[in-house]
């Protein structure tokens, strides 16, 4: 029987801890992310680092192996531990491409910028040779362009630019403020100007019926005509009972309204006539005097869109029934 080295008894036998690395796909998006990471990583390595001291420091008191439930606790433990850092890692670099991800508000544009794109569209607007190319700056150009290539097949297209200083100042529309522009020098006044709607994002449009001041009838044939069935147009209503006419179909004073209706853009006018106490003749008493805020007779020009029409063998080709009030205003 060989003798044993006297020191072989004595010797610390120490376990080897084995460290896999953890192997993680890389999803990480960004600077932040990848120093969330390694704090993670760090403080998997030295909790790791902490359970094998406590083998070694084990195995030095037993002085030999450790029992298998010893060993069973300690795979347990390191399997725990290393489940917990690479949950914690991937939870930091979720957290950090999420706030990656986030979208960040765009800032509000300025009055200035605004105005900016406003002049842009309105150059443009101006400056177009042809339909498809005007219809590009209009409001609502699915419904206006039929209307553009009708009223352009009649009236061929002139582009211009933009004359003098422009001048704007907002106004109330339908759907929001809308920017009375002057653009025109040396026309009349519901010439002159333009509405152009703008948005937040610094888009804008022309409103082109309002700028042609397009007319749903055909005034000159209305009249030539005579007819009887109701025509629309954008007008100018006024009241005119103290020194308009009566005559005709509509000579009883105070039977009949009378109310002075101007073409845009012209001289041309014809009387039209509503019956005093009716639901209509309301309507108009309340759009020439503002409401009540001014006289019934008071000769301020309104811009209304309205139906006309001549009565049953007319008598005058100036004295018609004001047979509908559309709206207040001439946009749509």
């Not at 376990?15 to 600077?31: C, D, F, I, N, Y």
């Not at 399997?79 to 890692?89: E, R």
């Not at 950090?96 to 900016?116: I, L």
């Amino acid at each position: 029987m060989a003798d044993s080295d006297p020191q072989e008894g004595n010797k610390v036998h120490k376990l080897e801890s084995k460290k896999a690395p953890v192997l993680l796909s890389k999803t990480v998006r960004s600077e932040e992310s990848d120093t969330l990471g390694g704090i993670a990583s760090l403080s998997l390595k030295e909790e790791v680092q902490d359970v094998q001291e406590l083998v070694e420091e084990a195995w030095d008191k037993k002085g030999g192996k450790p029992s298998r439930w010893f060993l069973l606790s300690l795979y347990v433990l390191v399997g725990v531990v290393t489940v917990a850092g690479v949950w914690a890692i991937v939870l930091l670099s979720q957290q950090a491409e999420m706030s990656v991800a986030a979208p960040r508000e765009k800032e509000a544009m300025s009055y200035a910028e605004k105005q900016a794109l406003r002049l842009e569209v309105i150059q443009s607007y101006l400056a177009a040779s042809t339909v498809a190319e005007k219809a590009l700056y209009v409001r609502d150009a699915a419904r206006v362009l039929p209307l553009m290539e009708a009223y352009y097949s009649k009236y061929p297209m002139q582009p211009e630019s933009l004359s003098g200083q422009v001048i704007e100042s907002p106004v109330m529309g339908k759907e929001g403020v809308m920017w009375r522009v002057k653009v025109r020098e040396g026309e009349a006044e519901a010439l002159s100007y333009i509405y152009v709607e703008s948005s937040d994002d610094g888009s804008a449009l022309v409103d082109w019926e309002t700028d042609v001041i397009y007319q749903p009838s055909d005034w000159g044939a209305f009249t030539d005509e005579r007819s009887t069935k109701p025509h629309t147009f954008r007008a100018f209503v006024q009241a005119a009972q103290l020194d308009g006419f009566h005559g005709f179909e509509f000579s009883e004073y105070n039977k009949y309204r009378c109310f002075k209706v101007t073409l845009p853009g012209s001289d041309d006018y014809l009387w039209a006539y509503t019956e005093i106490g009716s639901a209509l003749d309301a309507q108009l008493v309340n759009v020439v005097s503002g409401g009540g805020r001014r006289s019934v007779n008071s000769k301020r020009k309104v811009p209304v869109i309205l139906s006309l029409s001549y009565p049953e063998g007319a008598l005058s080709p100036r004295c018609v029934h004001l047979t509908e009030l559309l709206q207040i205003g001439w946009m749509k």
